[in-house]
């Protein structure tokens, strides 16, 4: 299909430019149009034919229901069975605006529209491109997101046509939608009201109106009272972590899953506070081109933040990101939508808390009985005293299992406090390079020979002479079968390289 772009300036869209989209909408063609929430997929709610087609073109369930959009107030009452004095208050406070109400459906109404269902949800858009167009078309307009269904919803018409382009009649350019997140839902229906989506109208304005309001959180089991509850969305393409906790905490959460997954060789985005976005510089100047912090906005000030949500999780995706850490926000007014998002994009992953989270480091040499064990002793000495935890340990190339360390080197490590007496040597195996998040080798020989066993964790073989930038002086060569002393060099030689590591790792890690 040909899809046709209109272009209209958002203040005041002339009538000329707006006429044909309004015209086809009517007719039963698909028109997608911006709203002050997010950009909408609208058609002829009153068409069964044109409502399939929606479906059809975003991909979405036959039984998530759709939000019924008019422009003025008088022509809610043919597609509802009753209008309650609270349903009219709020209409008279809130319309147009981010908000979607609930009332049991008349037969004017399709039951495509509604999936079925007793009730039909309807919202007055608070945007002069939707008020126009809905206006001009004569009919009541169901419009979905403007988005593919499960992709974060379209804030900007870039967004909408990069999903829908060839799938739809019309896309008018109105520029970006004004908040960013989607309307508030709400079930006036029971003695309570109930939020089953938090949206641009915040909880708090709503107590103004109506009192006590519940809001819904936990997906209850059987039937949810909102089917778009159930299915997964706002997900971009790359996997999502949500960070919780204090400011700092999540701070830290964020850089040490972002470190372990960039030493991976993965590319990392972070939707960072305006109040943490400073603390991610070091990992953006250490990784460019494969981390970057997309700032939201502060948390003190959440309409940026909603904003920009979506257009961010879009944009983490072009940038090719493999993993995104989100942080989050404080659940007050558009905080709650905010959170909803991210929470509902993550599907409820978390990153672990800092304080519970460990850095795994492997060091790696030939029979694990000199240099990996010594290399593993001083390392876990140098991190003793970092906030972060680390997990060190040792294996070899070709160790034949269950060797203890060599004399030469349970002696020098001795003379420096260090216990090797315990040490059993053990060969490298699949599982030690799938739990490291950093593999260092003494030489390049021991890395060339784990990336041949182990192809795919190539990226985070490094040897100790790359991560000490030179420190350790090329290959740091075997000491077995010669003298203490160069047992004693070597030792010199593994404290050089790994205290530049451990400067390195703790760095990024502050
Ligand atoms: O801001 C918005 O509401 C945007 C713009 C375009 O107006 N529209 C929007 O529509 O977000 P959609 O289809 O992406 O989300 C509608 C939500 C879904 O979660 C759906 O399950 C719920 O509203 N919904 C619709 N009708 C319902 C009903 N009768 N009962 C319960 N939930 C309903
Ligand atoms: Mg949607």
Redesign the pocket.
Known sequence: MQTRVVKVDPYEPRDDLLIACAQALRAGALVAFP???????GANALMPGAIAKVFEAKG?PQD????V?VSRIESVAPLVREISATASRLMETFWPG?L?L?FP?SDLVPSIV??G?P???V?M?DHPV?HRLIDLSGVPVA?????ISGSP?PTTFEAAFSDLDGKVDFIVDGGPAG?G???T?L?ISGPIPVV??P??LSVEDLSQVLGEIRVVTQIPAGAP?????K?K?YAPKAAVLLASGTPEDQRRAVVLQALKALISGKKVAVLASAENAPGYSRLAQSYPGSFFALELGSRSDLAPVAARLFSSLRYADQLGADLILAESFPEAGLGLAIQNRLHRASGGRKTPPAKDATLNLLMVCSGNTCRSPMAEAIMRKMWDASAIAARVWSRGTSAAPGLPASPEAVTVMSSQGLDLGGHRSALVTEADLVEADLVVTMTAAHKRALLDLFPVHRAKVRTLDEVSLGAAGGDVSDPIGRGQQDYERTAEVLARGLSVLARTLSGLLE
Do not use: F, K, Q, W
Request: hydrophobic content about 35%; glycine content about 8%.
């Open positions: 709203t002050e929430t997010v950009y909408g997929l979405r998530n229901p759709l939000i959009h981010p979607t609930l459906r509604t999936a269902l009730t039909v949800a919202r858009p939707a419009a979905p997101s403007a988005n919803s908040i997140v989607e309307s839902v079930d089953l989506r949206g641009g009272p909102s089917p778009g509850m299915y969305h």
